[in-house]
């Protein structure tokens, strides 16, 4: 079983940044396919960014050139830079990590006022 726990969720303003990290536990996630996820009110739950194992990242067309993922395999962490952030970022951001099976955080509360 992997936990995984991500913080730095908040309120910041349109323009700001915000840092999210990811911590893993209970098995090494090294091989794993790591990514942020996020859920907007009222709109289904959406891919943000993934980083493979490898390095290679996949970000969403919304969020490319605002966002960087990140990982450290030897911290078993990911991170998630967001830059120049819109309301349209407000959003439960969830943490994931994929190998055979898929393991989610509890997710993170971001606000973004205009």
């Known amino acids: 079983q992997v936990q995984l726990v991500e913080s730095g969720g908040g309120l910041v303003q349109a323009g700001g940044s915000l840092p999210l990290s990811c911590a893993a536990s209970?098995?090494?996630?090294?091989?794993?396919?790591l990514g942020w996820f996020r859920r907007a009110p009222g709109k289904e739950r959406e891919l943000v960014a993934t980083?493979?194992?490898?390095?290679?990242?996949d970000i969403a067309d919304s969020v490319k050139g605002r966002f960087t993922i990140s990982r450290d395999n030897a911290k078993n962490m990911v991170w998630l830079q967001m830059n120049s952030l819109e309301p349209e970022d407000t959003a439960i951001y969830y943490c994931?990590?994929?190998?055979?099976?898929?393991?989610w955080g509890a997710g993170v509360q971001v606000t973004v006022s205009s």
């Open positions: 209970g098995r090494d996630v090294s091989f794993h396919t």
């Open positions: 994931n990590a994929r190998l055979h099976t898929m393991y």
């Open positions: 980083i493979g194992n490898t390095g290679i990242t």
